[in-house]
């Protein structure tokens, strides 16, 4: 009954703060028992005796008394006021800035949503609902809120603290043992609301160390068991088709790398398996009334390939899986790859970003000889582009982004696509080497806004995602 609440602590924080209400339960108990004791023992002492008339004799201005009841609270309430600020500072980190050179560890942001939680690693790593955490090593959580107020609460971990829109709060968040702790949201936003519920994964190091790298790898496997590659293709055609993207790359929905690898599916109404996958595709808002994702009307078979695609997400790397990642969808019959770019796609960089990355934090790699299509939509509230060019241009930061390729650029790259606005073109990746996706739009390479991009002699195309760097 007690294993996910505050009275079986797992961090130094939620130790503090379990000590904090322990205590106050036993100090408002101790008093209730003088006070009920006050009350029996004068009931018995000073009731009226057989025999007696009138009123009992009255006594006035007992100093000693109107002294110890008014020292007493006194007492007590300065007692309480250092022993909870006491607990405050084991628990919290009160409003510091992320930027603060001073701090030392590691940095978190998480964000409330109608209704799940988005969660971004300084690696670059972004997932949802699921929280991992090296067991013993204190993190600085950010919370944050785009909608309405949420409130973030891991009862074993920590305190509550409330996920409020345009406001950065900001609490530690550290497990002293492995295990999972469920957490949830603490304040009612919604139809949703009951099931915003959050898992935190506290492992070894060296197992959060390779969850983090499977993650910074986008290239899929096989698909699970019963399912088929050729249903995993399907899949992810259909992925492209009603625009999926358009949601879940747009942090309008969770982004779905990886999902098969999170315990939980609709911000925890339901665990994750591939049939409950497909019950979820099917009828979304059966599962979580009032969700945001619409009802495609899929049929039996389409949710089964969609499952297979979104299943495959964390397996195995297989060579003969046609699936390169949910950015890159790869033919490996017909040598064709089709990359799915969303300019601004948060606000990493101040949108000038490629599918949430800048500055060489995402890598994509393509076999020399590709046929790559690339769909290109600008999410940002400026004009962009999207152009592959020598990566020499990048370093130069001249202004001049000539295509590598012939035709590897989107229409207009100088004055660039409008917002809102969705290109498509494609060329065929001819010479090996190390190239730039970039927006040859001026001054927004100087801003940030170009990744790398690889043409390999031999293997499996593949998208990468780490720390932004030059």
């Not at 999170?262 to 497909?278: C, D, W």
């Not at 899929?298 to 060579?319: M, N």
């Amino acid at each position: 009954m007690l294993s996910n609440s505050v009275f079986n602590p797992m961090s130094p924080q939620a130790q503090a703060i379990s000590n904090l209400t322990i205590f106050l339960m036993l100090l408002g108990l101790l008093i209730s028992v003088g006070i009920v004791g006050v009350m029996i023992y004068a009931l018995i002492r000073f009731r009226a005796r057989p025999g007696q008339e009138g009123e009992p004799p009255q006594t006035f201005g007992i100093t000693r008394l109107e002294i110890a009841w008014t020292a007493t609270p006194f007492v007590l309430v300065t007692l309480l006021f250092f022993v909870t600020v006491s607990a405050m500072q084991h628990s919290s980190p009160g409003q510091i800035s992320l930027n603060d050179g001073a701090r030392t560890e590691p940095r978190i942001t998480i964000i409330g949503h109608q209704w799940w939680w988005e969660i971004r690693y300084p690696s670059g790593v972004v997932t949802a609902n699921v929280l991992h955490l090296p067991v013993g090593q204190r993190w600085v959580a950010a919370i944050k809120s785009v909608d309405v107020i949420h409130s973030f609460w891991e009862p074993q971990l920590g305190p509550k603290i409330q996920a409020v829109p345009g406001q950065t709060n900001y609490i530690w968040l550290e497990a002293d043992r492995p295990g999972v702790y469920h957490g949830s949201c603490g304040e009612f936003c919604g139809a949703g609301h009951a099931w915003m519920l959050v898992d935190v994964v506290a492992e070894p190091m060296a197992k959060f160390k390779a969850w983090e790298q499977q993650q910074m790898t986008s290239s899929l496997g096989s698909p699970p068991a019963g399912f088929t590659a050729s249903e995993a293709t399907q899949g992810a055609a259909l992925f492209g088709q009603y625009s999926c993207g358009s949601c879940h790359f747009t942090n309008i929905g969770p982004l779905l790398t990886h999902v098969s690898s999170r315990s939980i599916l609709a911000g925890g109404a339901i665990s994750n398996t591939p049939a409950h996958m497909e019950q979820w595709l099917l009828n979304p808002d059966a599962i979580k009334p009032g969700v945001h994702m619409p009802n495609f009307q899929l049929s039996e078979l389409q949710a089964r390939d969609l499952t297979a695609y979104l299943e495959s997400a964390s397996a195995p790397q297989s060579a003969s899986h046609s699936v390169a990642s949910h950015w890159l969808v790869w033919n490996a019959k017909s040598q064709t790859a089709t990359l799915t770019l969303v300019a601004g796609y948060n606000s990493a960089l101040s949108g000038f970003n490629f599918d949430g990355y800048g500055k060489g934090g995402m890598v994509i790699s393509v076999p020399v000889g590709a046929h790559v299509t690339v769909v290109f939509t600008n999410k940002a509230s400026l004009p962009h582009s999207a152009v592959f060019t020598a990566y020499r241009n990048v370093q130069a930061a001249s202004g001049g982004f000539a295509p590598a390729f012939q035709g590897a650029a989107s229409p207009n790259p100088v004055s660039g696509t409008t917002p809102g606005q969705k290109q498509q073109f494609t060329f065929v990746a001819t010479k090996a080497g190390k190239y730039a996706l970039v927006c040859a739009v001026p001054g927004h390479v100087q801003a940030g806004m170009w990744d790398v991009f690889m043409v390999t002699k031999s293997g499996a195309p593949s998208v990468k995602v780490g720390k932004a760097s030059m």
